[in-house]
């Protein structure tokens, strides 16, 4: 019965597959590849600094939040130990 | 006797006493708390969009501001970032206050900061009603689009954080106990924490910069 239902699943993920398009070469935004191809003049410059700031920021934001959870957690752990040695 | 402690099914902590039964114990993070970083985490891609838009526009343009529009007022900014600084001390000292149980203290810490945060809001509309007499509108090009957006909408956010503030001003004094008002101050402090350190970000930027 297992069999049978790893042979199906396989299947279904084949035909899945199959159906898939095949390799393209990245593309990116038509009009940010006719503004920006060509020699690094400022407007270049400023999208590029614009595109690092963008890209590094869900990072940061997502790490601070972590580092945040984590800290609370622990403050929150100690104050339950204290809790419980003064119980 | 130290508490013994099980995990229950769905990994909550049970702290069993020798006093009394199981009891479930808070969550390590709170979920008013949590859901409050989760918002100021879509605040901070909001405001990310902005600054990278605003990076875009300043860094291509050679001239900034353009040589037909007025600078940008440094002086008194630089008295009014003070002003909102202040603020966040104050409501430090409301969160202290709150978590000593002295009341009287919390409403007053409580109204310097809305005090301050109305100042803070009162300076910018009125350097603004300055800008706009001198020629600096929202439809004066990139440079003034760019700067009301970005700085626009960090005021509406601290005029938010003033409202949610009174509002929990006013729940502090109708409540006998501080206490009765430890999230809403709790979240709103984070809101303003937020909004004060967006301040220390977009200030260097727009003015320094």
């Not at chain 2, 810490?109 to 509108?137: D, I, M, N, P």
Request: net charge positive.
């Amino acid at each position: 019965m297992r069999a049978l239902v790893v042979m199906c699943v396989g299947l279904v993920v084949a035909a899945l597959l199959s159906v898939l398009p095949a390799d393209a070469l990245a593309q990116g935004c038509a009009m940010c590849k006719t503004a920006l191809d060509g020699p690094m003049d400022p407007t270049t410059e400023a999208f590029n600094v614009s595109s690092l700031f963008l890209m590094a920021t869900p990072y940061t934001v997502v790490g601070t939040l972590g580092v945040w959870m984590y800290l609370s957690a622990r403050r929150a752990d100690r104050t339950a130990d204290h809790d419980d040695e003064t119980e | 006797m130290p508490a013994a402690r099980r995990l229950t099914r769905t990994g909550s902590t049970l702290r069993v006493t020798a006093t009394g039964g199981p009891r479930a114990a808070a969550p390590r993070v709170s979920n008013a708390r949590l859901a409050m970083a989760i918002f100021l985490a879509f605040e901070s891609m909001f405001f990310a969009a902005l600054v990278a838009a605003y990076l875009v526009f300043r860094l291509r343009t050679a001239i900034w501001p353009p040589v037909d529009l007025p600078e940008l007022p440094l002086a008194v900014t630089w008295l009014n970032t003070g002003v909102l600084f202040a603020s966040a001390v104050t409501m430090r000292r409301a969160r202290r206050a709150q978590r000593d149980g002295l009341r009287d203290e919390l409403a007053r810490a409580l109204t310097a900061t809305a005090v301050l945060g109305t100042v803070f809001l009162a300076v910018q509309g009125s350097e603004w009603v300055r800008l706009v007499r001198h020629g600096l509108t929202l439809s004066a090009g990139m440079y003034g689009a760019t700067f009301y957006t970005l700085i626009g909408c960090h005021g509406l956010h601290v005029l938010a954080a003033v409202v949610w503030l009174l509002v929990v001003l006013a729940r502090a004094q109708r409540h006998r106990f501080a206490g009765a008002v430890r999230v809403p101050l709790e979240l709103c402090a984070i809101y303003w924490f937020f909004v004060v350190a967006l301040w220390a970000g977009l200030f260097p930027l727009v003015y320094l910069l």
